[in-house]
């Protein structure tokens, strides 16, 4: 009886994880960007480069140290990958933006990550007037649908919603 309980309120929760996650709404702002286009966001200058799935995604310039993103059996990433810079004067921490990716009108958690200046370990804030690598990444099953964009969200006003949203096309669009 208490394996049954255990399994009904994990399966809730599982659920509502799952129904919660996947509606983010702009408010103020909300701009699409085609393939390939560079974009700014709170200061914060996107140029789009790279498109495609891997395996792991690692910083170009590792050294003997470095946090990177692992390979799961059956699963890849899929990628934008470019060149971020910031344009204030002050640091920007990379949990100010929120990011998911759709897939045929099905949104999905996706993520920003940053790299340092040299380029060799992923970081949490990128400094002023600094210019790094970025990298738009989501989950994707091996062979299955690329997303047809990613949605970036930020300046959060609380209860899933945001002042901005960009919505940037991939070249599965």
């Known amino acids: 009886m208490l394996r049954f309980k255990l399994s009904s309120v994990l399966l809730a929760l599982m659920l509502s994880i799952v129904l919660s996650g ?21 200061q914060m200058s996107f140029t789009p480069e790279e498109e495609g799935s891997a395996a792991i995604i690692a910083p170009d310039s590792r050294v ?65 007037h600094a210019e790094v690598d970025f990298f738009l990444i989501t989950f994707v099953e091996k062979g299955g649908d690329k997303p047809d964009s990613f949605r970036i969200f930020s300046g959060s006003k609380g209860d899933d919603t945001w002042e901005n949203e960009i919505q940037y096309r991939t070249e599965s669009e």
């Open 22 to 42: 996947c509606s983010k709404t702009a408010g103020d702002t909300i701009e699409t960007v085609e393939n390939g286009q560079t974009f700014t966001m709170d």
């Open 64 to 128: 003997q140290y470095y946090n990177y993103y692992p390979e799961y059996d059956g699963y890849e990433y899929y990628f934008v990958k470019g060149t971020l810079k910031n344009e204030e004067d002050q640091k920007k921490e990379i949990s100010s933006y929120y990011v998911e990716s759709e897939t045929s009108g099905k949104r999905a958690d996706a993520k920003l990550i940053v790299t340092n200046e040299d380029k060799s370990d992923f970081v949490k804030g990128i400094e002023a």
